[in-house]
């Protein structure tokens, strides 16, 4: 059973960047599809962006392309996500989570069958 742990969450002025990673331990992440997934204040979780197993294809949310950059290291058992120009929206709870290969093509946030615990980010004006 892999089990995730994130972390690199904290808080930022608006404008300003974040890295989060997602450590993975006790199994390879190889043939698993991984995303991250927040969950705003009082709001429901929402998909944010999505790797296949290799790290070769990515899916980002709207509201996040061309300022967030998901990828992966095989070697070390992480995945990233690194945040660019912030804005407050973007506070939420970051979640990393993995499914089966294919995920990455529906990255449908019921289809997540491996959860890490959460990091919080805060975006201040």
């Known amino acids: 059973q892999v089990h995730l742990v994130e972390s690199g969450g904290g808080s930022v002025q608006a404008g300003g960047s974040l890295k989060l990673s997602c450590a993975a331990s006790?199994?390879?992440?190889?043939?698993?599809?991984m995303g991250w997934i927040r969950q705003p204040p009082g709001k429901e979780r929402e998909f944010v962006a999505a790797?296949?197993?290799?790290?070769?294809?990515?899916y980002y949310a709207d509201s996040v392309k061309g300022r967030f950059t998901i990828s992966r290291d095989l070697a070390k058992n992480t995945l990233y996500l690194q945040m660019m120009n912030l804005e407050p929206a973007d506070t939420a709870v970051y979640y990393c989570?993995?499914?089966?290969?294919?995920?990455?093509?529906?990255?449908?946030?019921?289809?997540?069958?491996?959860w890490g615990q959460g990091t919080l980010v805060t975006v201040f004006s």
């Open positions: 006790g199994g390879p992440l190889t043939n698993y599809a």
């Open positions: 790797v296949d197993w290799r790290g070769t294809s990515t």
């Open positions: 989570a993995a499914s089966d290969s294919t995920w990455y093509l529906r990255h449908s946030i019921n289809d997540l069958d491996t």
